[in-house]
């Protein structure tokens, strides 16, 4: 199961107990990596999506994905 975002936020905010013992009861994928390193919407979405479907990544902008240990980036344009 992917779960969005604002379910994480409610989560941490420490009003929802129900729904922290949900994601704690259950294997749930989150797609929300802009938390630990400064990264665009769009760049999260795309990195999400290749580690859910198990692909790496081409772009020729490696260095802002290579920190993502889960993520194998790959540069087509490379030598």
Not at 26 to 54: K, P
Request: avoid cysteine; charge should be negative.
């Amino acid at each position: 199961m992917l779960a969005d975002s604002n379910l994480i936020i409610y989560a941490a905010s420490g009003n929802y107990s129900d729904l922290l013992n949900w994601f704690l009861e259950n294997e749930v994928s989150v797609s929300y990596l802009r938390q630990q390193r400064a990264l665009s919407l769009g760049d999260a979405l795309i990195a999400a999506t290749a580690i859910y479907h198990g692909l790496p990544l081409a772009t020729h902008n490696k260095r802002d994905f290579e920190w993502i240990k889960s993520l194998e980036v790959i540069d087509p344009m490379e030598g």
